[in-house]
C-alpha cells in the first residue's frame, strides 16, 4: 500500500533456472497511468546487471525495459535481480491498479534465446490510502512447458511495506524483435545485446513510419559500435534487417515461399492476401518481422526462440 504523492520500489526479477546463465532481456511494464506513473528505473541487485537499464515509454501505461551483460559469460544464473522501478502513485482518492510485466525477449550469455515458461500472470495492487501494517503477499506461477520461468518480484514501499507477486512470462510479446543472423554477425553476444535494445528503444509494432524505424535501429547500432561493444559487420546487420522489416508498415507481411526444388525465399509483402506459393510449391506469413529471421529452410520461423541457423562454433572470447 502507498498514499497519493509517494513512492514505492518494484524489483525486476529473471529465474533463469541454475545452468542458464542471463544474457540479455528486454520486456514491457503495463500501468494504468491514471495511477501510477515511473519515476526512474535503476540496475539491479545482481552485479552483472547493475548498471541503468535502457528505457522507453512509447505510451502512458507502457516503459519498455532492456539491459544486457558484458561482464561474465558464465553468470548469473538461477534468479537475477536485474532493475529497481521507482512508481510514483499519481492517484489521490483510494484506487486499486494493477502492474503487469510482458516478457519480450530472454537470451542467454551465448546470445542464444531463452524459451520462457508458459504459465499466468499476476499483479499488485496499489492504494491510495495510508498504510498501517505491513503484507506480504507471495502468487506461485503454474508453468506447463520451457526450460525456465520468469520471474517479476514487486516491492511496494512508503516507510517499509512490501508488497510481492509473481509473474511468469507468456508466450508472446507486445513488441516484435529480430534475431541478427550469424552469418552478418558471427558476434552472437554482441548480437543479441544490440537487438534487445533496438527492440527496446525503437518498439517495431508502434513506429509510426518504416524510415523512422530504420533510422532508430541504426542509431542504436552506431551507439554501441561508438561505445565498442558492437562490430562493424554487426552494425551493417541491423541496417540491413531493419530495412528488410516489416516495422512501420501497418499491414506488411514477411512472406516465405518454398519453391518445388525446396528452396525458401523471404519477400515483403502489402498483406497476408498477397503471400501466395509458387507453382508447385508453398508460402506462409512470417511470425516474425523482418526477413532476417522470418523463415528458416524449409518454412515460417516460429515467432519466439530460436530459428534453424546452426548457433557460433565456439564461445566468445571474456572480455
Same mark, same amino acid.
Given at each position: 500500500?502507498?498514499?497519493g504523492?509517494?513512492q #514505492? ?17 528486454? +520486456? ?10 515511473? @519515476?526512474s528505473?535503476?540496475?539491479g541487485?545482481?552485479?552483472? #546487471?547493475?548498471?541503468? !537499464?535502457?528505457?522507453? *515509454?512509447?505510451?502512458p501505461?507502457? *516503459?519498455?525495459?532492456?539491459? #544486457?551483460?558484458?561482464?561474465?559469460? &558464465? ?6 535481480? %536485474?532493475?529497481?522501478?521507482? #512508481?510514483? %502513485? ?5 484506487t486499486? @491498479? ?5 516478457? &519480450? ?7 542464444? /534465446?531463452?524459451?520462457?515458461?508458459t504459465?499466468?500472470?499476476?499483479? %499488485?495492487?496499489?492504494? +491510495? ?9 507471495s502468487? *506461485? ?5 520451457g !526450460? ?21 512470462? /507468456? ?5 516484435? +524483435?529480430?534475431?541478427?543472423p ?7 553476444? =554482441? ?6 535494445? %533496438? &527492440?527496446? &528503444? ?9 524510415? =523512422?524505424?530504420? $533510422? ?7 551507439a554501441?559500435?561508438?561505445a565498442? $561493444?558492437?562490430?562493424? *559487420? ?5 541496417? @540491413?534487417?531493419?530495412? $528488410?522489416?516489416?516495422?512501420? $508498415? ?11 526444388r ?9 498483406s497476408?492476401?498477397a ?13 516474425r ?6 523463415c ?6 516460429? !515467432?519466439?526462440g530460436?530459428?534453424?541457423r546452426s548457433? /557460433?562454433?565456439s564461445r566468445?572470447?571474456? /572480455?
Amino acid at each position: 500500500m502507498a498514499q497519493g504523492d509517494r513512492q #514505492f520500489v518494484a524489483e525486476l526479477m529473471i529465474d533463469v533456472g541454475p545452468t542458464t546463465a542471463l544474457g540479455a532481456y528486454s +520486456g514491457a511494464l503495463t500501468y494504468d497511468p491514471g495511477v501510477v506513473t515511473v @519515476a526512474s528505473v535503476a540496475g539491479g541487485n545482481t552485479t552483472e #546487471f547493475s548498471g541503468t !537499464p535502457a528505457t522507453n *515509454t512509447p505510451t502512458p501505461g507502457m *516503459t519498455t525495459i532492456a539491459a #544486457f551483460q558484458s561482464s561474465s559469460l &558464465d553468470s548469473p544464473k538461477g534468479v537475477v535481480s %536485474v532493475a529497481l522501478i521507482s #512508481f510514483h %502513485v499519481v492517484a489521490t482518492a483510494s484506487t486499486t @491498479a494493477s502492474i503487469g510485466l510482458v516478457v &519480450d525477449h530472454l537470451y542467454d550469455t551465448d546470445a542464444m /534465446p531463452i524459451t520462457p515458461a508458459t504459465g499466468t500472470g499476476c499483479a %499488485v495492487s496499489v492504494t +491510495g490510502q495510508t498504510p498501517t501494517t505491513t503484507s506480504t503477499t507471495s502468487v *506461485t506461477p503454474t508453468t506447463t512447458t520451457g !526450460p525456465a520461468a520468469t520471474t517479476s518480484t514487486v516491492t511496494t514501499t512508503t516507510t517499509s511495506a512490501l508488497a510481492t507477486t509473481t509473474v511468469t512470462a /507468456p508466450p508472446t510479446s507486445t513488441t516484435l +524483435g529480430t534475431i541478427l543472423p550469424l552469418s552478418s554477425c558471427p558476434d552472437a553476444r =554482441a548480437a543479441a545485446a544490440v537487438q534487445a535494445a %533496438v &527492440d527496446s &528503444d525503437c518498439n517495431c509494432r508502434g513506429a509510426k513510419a518504416h524510415g =523512422a524505424y530504420v $533510422r532508430c535501429a541504426v542509431g542504436v547500432a552506431k551507439a554501441a559500435l561508438k561505445a565498442g $561493444r558492437l562490430p562493424t *559487420t554487426c552494425k551493417r546487420a541491423v541496417k @540491413a534487417c531493419a530495412a $528488410r522489416s516489416t516495422c512501420g $508498415r501497418p499491414g506488411f507481411v514477411t512472406c516465405c515461399r518454398t519453391h518445388a526444388r525446396g528452396a525458401t525465399k523471404c519477400s515483403i509483402e502489402r498483406s497476408a492476401a498477397a503471400c501466395k506459393p509458387p507453382q508447385g510449391g508453398r508460402a506462409c506469413v512470417g511470425q516474425r518481422p523482418s526477413c532476417c529471421d522470418a523463415c528458416t529452410s524449409s518454412g515460417c520461423a516460429a !515467432p519466439g526462440g530460436s530459428s534453424d541457423r546452426s548457433p /557460433p562454433s565456439s564461445r566468445p572470447s571474456r /572480455p
